[in-house]
């Protein structure tokens, strides 16, 4: 009978066991057992007492006792005892486990009463794994005996029971002149046994008819042929008909038995080392899910949580017990409706998994987003036993992606737009103005002095001054208008409804003012002004990028009408501006192409009209454009931060010249201009000092004029500039006083040299009494504070007259003397000696 695996209707023993069970009791004889065996042609006989089987006899154990002569033993010492059984109700598998857990060959099978009804050997077992396959596969050859063993026909039967016992072989082939004649079987020995024949010769007795097969058929073959003639033996032969082994009808089974036997083994130990594996991987889960940085919910088939993991916990704020045996939507959030479900059960159900976004409630109230994989689990059966949901937290990611989107599009600072957003918004406007046919305006704003406010207060307080700008300005726009920062302290503008030209200067002058007001930051009040420059679409460019330009051109021509302005663009003005970009190219090469050259401009005594100083001029001579006046270039190349390189060349130049004119005999006092940017430096002082000891000249012959600017921008920097100069002999002039930042103070707390009355107050000296009171307090002032003073711009001799009335100490003027080259002011200088 095979079989094939069912849980529900397992194989029982006693479908397949030998119920023809012939049995004796303890006292029988062996000469009694080896006739019942000779009669019934059986392998063997259960021992029993009392109807319960105590051992096993079987036609081996007989032989073996012939074969030595013992024949009258008692049974109780012949018997394998005790005996292995199984009850007729166990299944064949656990039969099976028995057989090889004990190692044993037989069971005897035995009823519930304990009584013993059949036996079942390992060959049954075998059977009844329905061994077909396995026999078509191989042939007899393989597992034939090739070299039985013979025994010669003149030898008796007792001789070769004793071969058989020894070699513990199931037969011996008879041979008579070295040519096989027959076979002498376990089963012959039994029967010669029985009958008493064991002095008789083989060759006389033993004339079964030897029945051979071919080597290469198969064993399925073999066991027919068996079948056929109902014997236990067979010869094989070769293809040329010699024999060649014997084979045996159990050799055929046990072939097949160890086989099954080691599958079995390996089966068992299979089974092993998957249930020690199991218990390993589910001890390993248990620690997964327990230190899982994500949280595991597992719910039986009704939904309802019989486990989370401490992430869980952590994630929702629920307690495992507070949530055991409760149904996972007690953290809906409310937030998806009835489909979202619906489709997600359906999902489940069909697919066995579910995954996506989803907002849940924490134990707090607080709604979260988080990523939820669900999974359902089936039994052996395929029916839903449990779900896994596992589910991370996704509010970190989101405020990332959000960050990430924010940082895309919006300035950190300001959180305004940024470049790439006001890119985006311009296009949009400018699509839908051209489509119905509307002006739009782009602004640029730049914060006045804003350099300046960072190097004054800090670059934290420079933040929050641009944040509060940003802020300003976005107050004061429509809806519907941008503002953004690209950077620095610009910001830039889309209007959209300017179609009105005074709406949009009233809103200008609105923002100027709105900027302008005081900004209180850490108890400082700051005062901030902007300069604003405005392109329209479509009079002055029609794509964004010009629009912008256009923009920016025109806040440099606020920026030159003073700050704190605004302008239009103009394609005259922008003219103007490309000119001062083409002058500040050209002027990064001036210096190479040594274009720069110093005229030196007298200083009269007014008391001797003598002059030993004068000051250096700088020119600019352009090679296309000719000359161009300092008061052109000198703010351009502060602008394009080149005037520290061209005002290290004025300092070298004049020294240079002084030390010339020295060696000529002239001892000439030259003053040189340096502008604020130059003491933002913080080491013009220095440079000073070491270009003058290059020359070796002593201090005096040199002087440093500075503006009023200075004090405003840098007043540190300006201070202790001065400081050092004068300490080292370098006289300290402040230049075109009046005009700029007049605060008395300075000349209060700067150690100065000398005064220069700006030219504007000079002009009307004749005319105009206010003027005239200005400059002799001025001069007055000045000597009070122990400071020589020079009236600038002199054109004429009336000025001269009322300033030598007013006891000023120096004039310079066109009526002097102009700037001049050095050769030319040399000859002016001896000249004026004579
Ligand atoms: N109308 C009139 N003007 C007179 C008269 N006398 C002299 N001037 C002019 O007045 C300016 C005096 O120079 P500043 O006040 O220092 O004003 C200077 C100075 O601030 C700046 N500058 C000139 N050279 C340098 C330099 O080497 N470095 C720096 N940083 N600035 C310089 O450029 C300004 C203009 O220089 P310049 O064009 O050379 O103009 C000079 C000079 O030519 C007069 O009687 N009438």
Redesign the pocket.
């Given at each position: 009978m095979s079989r094939t695996p069912d849980r529900n209707n397992p194989l029982l023993v006693r479908h397949i066991a030998q119920t023809n069970l012939i049995t004796c009791t303890p006292d029988a004889t062996a000469e009694s057992l080896i006739r019942l065996m000779a009669d019934q042609q059986i392998g063997c006989i259960v021992v029993c007492d009392n109807r319960l089987p105590v051992g096993i006899v079987t036609r081996r154990d007989l032989i073996s006792l012939w074969a030595d002569q013992h024949e009258n033993a008692p049974i109780t010492e012949l018997m394998s005892a005790p005996v292995s059984s199984v009850s007729e109700w166990e299944s064949v598998d656990e039969a099976e486990h028995r057989l090889i857990a004990e190692g044993v060959r037989h069971l005897v099978v035995t009823k519930a009463s304990g009584e013993a009804c059949g036996i079942l050997s390992e060959t049954d077992v075998v059977n009844s794994h329905g061994i077909e396959h396995d026999l078509f596969l191989r042939s007899v050859e393989e597992i034939a005996d090739h070299a039985p063993l013979t025994v010669d026909g003149n030898s008796t039967v007792l001789s070769a029971l004793q071969k058989l016992k020894a070699s513990d072989s199931s037969a011996l082939l008879i041979t008579q002149h070295n040519e096989v004649c027959g076979i002498f079987t376990e089963r012959d020995a039994v029967t010669l046994i029985s009958q008493n024949m064991q002095d008789h010769n083989l060759s006389d007795l033993c004339n079964n008819p030897l029945v051979t097969i071919e080597q290469n058929l198969s064993l399925y073959k073999a066991r027919k042929v068996f079948h056929q003639h109902q014997f236990q033996h067979l010869a094989i032969t070769n293809h040329e008909g010699k024999i060649t082994g014997l084979i045996s009808y159990s050799d055929i089974l046990q072939s097949v038995e160890s086989d099954c036997v080691y599958h079995l083994r390996e089966l068992l130990n299979e089974q092993d080392r998957a249930l020690e594996q199991s218990q390993h991987s589910l001890k390993l889960a248990d620690k997964v899910i327990e230190a899982s940085m994500e949280a595991i919910v597992i719910c039986d088939k009704n939904s309802l949580i019989l486990r989370v993991n401490p992430s869980f916990t952590e994630i929702t704020g629920y307690t495992s017990e507070e949530v055991l045996g409760k149904n996972p939507s007690i953290l809906s959030s409310g937030r998806h409706n009835e489909r979202f479900y619906t489709e997600m059960w359906l999902n489940l159900a069909e697919q066995g998994f579910w995954q996506g976004e989803i907002w849940n409630r924490r134990r707090d109230g607080s709604v979260y987003p988080e990523w939820l994989s669900i999974t359902s689990i089936r039994d052996d059966s395929g029916n839903i036993s449990q779900y896994a949901a596992i589910f991370t937290d996704l509010t970190e990611i989101k405020k990332s992606e959000a960050r990430i989107k924010r940082l895309a599009y919006f300035d950190e600072l300001t959180r305004l737009p940024n470049r790439k957003l006001f890119n985006d918004r311009l296009q949009l406007s400018l699509g839908y103005a051209k489509e119905h046919q509307h002006r739009i305006a782009v602004a640029y704003i730049d914060v006045d002095f804003f350099q300046q406010i960072n190097d004054l207060y800090g670059h934290e307080t420079g933040d929050k001054v641009l944040k509060e700008v940003g802020r300003r300005i976005e107050h004061e726009l429509d809806n519907g208008d941008t503002v953004a920062r690209f950077g620095g302290d610009e910001f830039n503008l889309i209007l959209t409804d300017v179609d009105n030209t005074p709406h949009i200067s009233e809103f200008l002058n609105r923002l100027l003012n709105t900027v302008n007001q005081p900004i209180l930051i850490d108890d400082k009040e700051l005062k901030v002004t902007i300069s604003i420059g405005v392109s329209f679409y479509p009079t002055d460019a029609d794509n964004a990028e010009s629009l912008l330009k256009c923009a920016d051109s025109a806040v440099h021509l606020a920026k030159d009408f003073g700050r704190n302005s605004f302008r239009f663009f103009s394609s005259e003005q922008h003219q103007q501006i490309q000119s001062r970009y083409q002058m500040g190219s050209d002027l990064q090469a001036a210096l190479d192409n040594g274009e720069f050259q110093l005229y030196y401009?007298p200083k009269v005594c007014l008391q001797t009209g003598r002059s030993d100083s004068c000051?250096?001029?700088?020119r600019w001579l352009h090679p296309q454009l000719g000359f161009i006046?300092?008061?052109e270039f000198?703010p351009l190349a502060e602008d394009l931060g080149l005037?520290n390189r061209i005002?290290d060349f004025?300092i070298a130049e004049a020294c240079r010249q002084i030390a010339a004119w020295r060696k000529q005999g002239a001892e000439i006092n030259v003053a040189?201009?340096?502008?604020a940017k130059q003491f933002q430096q913080g080491d013009i002082a220095e440079r000073i000092l070491a270009t003058l000891q290059q020359q070796s000249l002593p201090a005096h012959l040199l002087s440093v004029?500075l503006?009023e600017s200075c004090f405003l921008y840098c007043p540190e920097e300006t201070k202790r500039a001065i400081n050092t100069l004068r300490s080292q002999g370098i006289q300290v002039a402040i230049?075109?006083f009046g005009t700029g930042y007049s605060s008395l103070s300075y000349i209060r707390t700067m150690e100065l040299d000398t005064l220069k009355i700006d030219?504007s107050f000079l002009v009307n000296l004749g005319d105009s009494e206010v003027d005239r009171a200005i400059v002799t307090s001025i001069i007055e002032m000045s000597h009070i504070l122990g400071l020589k003073v020079v009236a600038?711009?002199?054109?004429h001799q009336s000025q001269m007259n009322i300033l030598k009335q007013m006891s000023c100490d120096q004039l310079?003027?066109?009526?002097l003397a102009r700037?001049m080259p050095a050769d030319a002011f040399i000859n002016w200088h001896q000249h004026q000696k004579a």
């Amino acid at each position: 009978m095979s079989r094939t695996p069912d849980r529900n209707n397992p194989l029982l023993v006693r479908h397949i066991a030998q119920t023809n069970l012939i049995t004796c009791t303890p006292d029988a004889t062996a000469e009694s057992l080896i006739r019942l065996m000779a009669d019934q042609q059986i392998g063997c006989i259960v021992v029993c007492d009392n109807r319960l089987p105590v051992g096993i006899v079987t036609r081996r154990d007989l032989i073996s006792l012939w074969a030595d002569q013992h024949e009258n033993a008692p049974i109780t010492e012949l018997m394998s005892a005790p005996v292995s059984s199984v009850s007729e109700w166990e299944s064949v598998d656990e039969a099976e486990h028995r057989l090889i857990a004990e190692g044993v060959r037989h069971l005897v099978v035995t009823k519930a009463s304990g009584e013993a009804c059949g036996i079942l050997s390992e060959t049954d077992v075998v059977n009844s794994h329905g061994i077909e396959h396995d026999l078509f596969l191989r042939s007899v050859e393989e597992i034939a005996d090739h070299a039985p063993l013979t025994v010669d026909g003149n030898s008796t039967v007792l001789s070769a029971l004793q071969k058989l016992k020894a070699s513990d072989s199931s037969a011996l082939l008879i041979t008579q002149h070295n040519e096989v004649c027959g076979i002498f079987t376990e089963r012959d020995a039994v029967t010669l046994i029985s009958q008493n024949m064991q002095d008789h010769n083989l060759s006389d007795l033993c004339n079964n008819p030897l029945v051979t097969i071919e080597q290469n058929l198969s064993l399925y073959k073999a066991r027919k042929v068996f079948h056929q003639h109902q014997f236990q033996h067979l010869a094989i032969t070769n293809h040329e008909g010699k024999i060649t082994g014997l084979i045996s009808y159990s050799d055929i089974l046990q072939s097949v038995e160890s086989d099954c036997v080691y599958h079995l083994r390996e089966l068992l130990n299979e089974q092993d080392r998957a249930l020690e594996q199991s218990q390993h991987s589910l001890k390993l889960a248990d620690k997964v899910i327990e230190a899982s940085m994500e949280a595991i919910v597992i719910c039986d088939k009704n939904s309802l949580i019989l486990r989370v993991n401490p992430s869980f916990t952590e994630i929702t704020g629920y307690t495992s017990e507070e949530v055991l045996g409760k149904n996972p939507s007690i953290l809906s959030s409310g937030r998806h409706n009835e489909r979202f479900y619906t489709e997600m059960w359906l999902n489940l159900a069909e697919q066995g998994f579910w995954q996506g976004e989803i907002w849940n409630r924490r134990r707090d109230g607080s709604v979260y987003p988080e990523w939820l994989s669900i999974t359902s689990i089936r039994d052996d059966s395929g029916n839903i036993s449990q779900y896994a949901a596992i589910f991370t937290d996704l509010t970190e990611i989101k405020k990332s992606e959000a960050r990430i989107k924010r940082l895309a599009y919006f300035d950190e600072l300001t959180r305004l737009p940024n470049r790439k957003l006001f890119n985006d918004r311009l296009q949009l406007s400018l699509g839908y103005a051209k489509e119905h046919q509307h002006r739009i305006a782009v602004a640029y704003i730049d914060v006045d002095f804003f350099q300046q406010i960072n190097d004054l207060y800090g670059h934290e307080t420079g933040d929050k001054v641009l944040k509060e700008v940003g802020r300003r300005i976005e107050h004061e726009l429509d809806n519907g208008d941008t503002v953004a920062r690209f950077g620095g302290d610009e910001f830039n503008l889309i209007l959209t409804d300017v179609d009105n030209t005074p709406h949009i200067s009233e809103f200008l002058n609105r923002l100027l003012n709105t900027v302008n007001q005081p900004i209180l930051i850490d108890d400082k009040e700051l005062k901030v002004t902007i300069s604003i420059g405005v392109s329209f679409y479509p009079t002055d460019a029609d794509n964004a990028e010009s629009l912008l330009k256009c923009a920016d051109s025109a806040v440099h021509l606020a920026k030159d009408f003073g700050r704190n302005s605004f302008r239009f663009f103009s394609s005259e003005q922008h003219q103007q501006i490309q000119s001062r970009y083409q002058m500040g190219s050209d002027l990064q090469a001036a210096l190479d192409n040594g274009e720069f050259q110093l005229y030196y401009q007298p200083k009269v005594c007014l008391q001797t009209g003598r002059s030993d100083s004068c000051e250096a001029l700088l020119r600019w001579l352009h090679p296309q454009l000719g000359f161009i006046s300092p008061v052109e270039f000198i703010p351009l190349a502060e602008d394009l931060g080149l005037i520290n390189r061209i005002g290290d060349f004025v300092i070298a130049e004049a020294c240079r010249q002084i030390a010339a004119w020295r060696k000529q005999g002239a001892e000439i006092n030259v003053a040189v201009n340096v502008s604020a940017k130059q003491f933002q430096q913080g080491d013009i002082a220095e440079r000073i000092l070491a270009t003058l000891q290059q020359q070796s000249l002593p201090a005096h012959l040199l002087s440093v004029e500075l503006t009023e600017s200075c004090f405003l921008y840098c007043p540190e920097e300006t201070k202790r500039a001065i400081n050092t100069l004068r300490s080292q002999g370098i006289q300290v002039a402040i230049d075109d006083f009046g005009t700029g930042y007049s605060s008395l103070s300075y000349i209060r707390t700067m150690e100065l040299d000398t005064l220069k009355i700006d030219r504007s107050f000079l002009v009307n000296l004749g005319d105009s009494e206010v003027d005239r009171a200005i400059v002799t307090s001025i001069i007055e002032m000045s000597h009070i504070l122990g400071l020589k003073v020079v009236a600038e711009g002199i054109e004429h001799q009336s000025q001269m007259n009322i300033l030598k009335q007013m006891s000023c100490d120096q004039l310079q003027g066109f009526l002097l003397a102009r700037p001049m080259p050095a050769d030319a002011f040399i000859n002016w200088h001896q000249h004026q000696k004579a």
